[in-house]
């Protein structure tokens, strides 16, 4: 049973345009949400984060918009650039643990 | 930003042979986390470690598996023995606190089990 689902699986957006990976969850408990970055050969490094009090998060050109209710989040990435081509999951913990609960990510790639 | 690095990259066993998979945390850290990704599908927590004991494994934690940091050397991972299932990227990372504190990830190292 997944806990954390991305959608899509892979996505190709041109050089400039707004990329927009969704992800949602089961456990109502989970009040934390981390998006990683990873390139090929490396680990995942911390992108963006957002705790469960927040509807919107920004830095720079990502955004990650959070629906409490409806258990969904997305993260928008607006002028993609094709560094940005590389695997992003989203990730979700409870209070009190810092065990991370990973979706399958989305790959992403940037066309110029 | 923090680094953690693990050795070796890759790993290739024959099933039943002892592993240990080695992780050298950011300095000042004092929380380690193991995690395990079988190709196709998402990273999985494995076990979390914190002054010298285990805080919480999950069920994918088996009994084969045992981890350790002696004398703030490497933090290890040990297979001991290896089975087939056990091919996967095992992720290290570790924290300088436990809530709300960034998990830095390594690179992994890819196991293959023969």
């Known amino acids: 049973q997944q806990q954390v689902r991305q959608s899509p699986q892979s996505l190709t957006v041109w050089e400039g345009e707004t990329a927009i990976l969704n992800c949602s969850y089961e456990?109502?408990?989970?009040?934390?949400f981390p998006w990683y970055q990873q390139f090929p050969g490396e680990g995942p490094a911390l992108l963006i984060s957002i705790s469960s009090v927040s509807d919107k998060k920004e830095d720079g050109r990502f955004t990650i918009f959070f629906n409490k209710r409806e258990k969904k989040l997305s993260l928008h990435i607006t002028d993609s650039q094709p560094g940005d081509s590389a695997t992003y999951f989203c990730?979700?913990?409870?209070?009190?643990?810092?065990?991370?609960?990973f979706g399958q990510g989305t790959v992403l790639s940037v066309i110029p | 930003g923090p680094k953690v690095l693990q050795i070796p990259s890759h790993q290739i066993i024959d099933m039943g042979q002892m592993v240990t998979l080695n992780c050298d945390p950011v300095s000042n850290h004092l929380y380690f986390y193991w995690y395990k990704q079988i190709l196709g599908q998402q990273m999985e927590f494995l076990v979390n470690?914190?002054?010298?004991?285990?805080?919480?494994k999950s069920k994918l934690f088996k009994d084969q598996f045992s981890v350790e940091r002696p004398d703030g050397s490497y933090f290890t991972l040990k297979i001991q023995p290896t089975a087939l299932e056990d091919s996967a990227v095992y992720f290290c990372?570790?924290?300088?606190?436990?809530?709300?504190?960034?998990?830095?990830f390594g690179p992994g190292t890819r196991l293959l089990v023969l």
């Open positions: 990372a570790s924290s300088p606190g436990w809530t709300q504190d960034t998990q830095y």
């Open positions: 470690f914190y002054n010298g004991k285990v805080m919480e």
């Open positions: 990730a979700a913990r409870t209070g009190g643990n810092n065990k991370l609960t």
């Open positions: 456990d109502s408990t989970f009040n934390y």
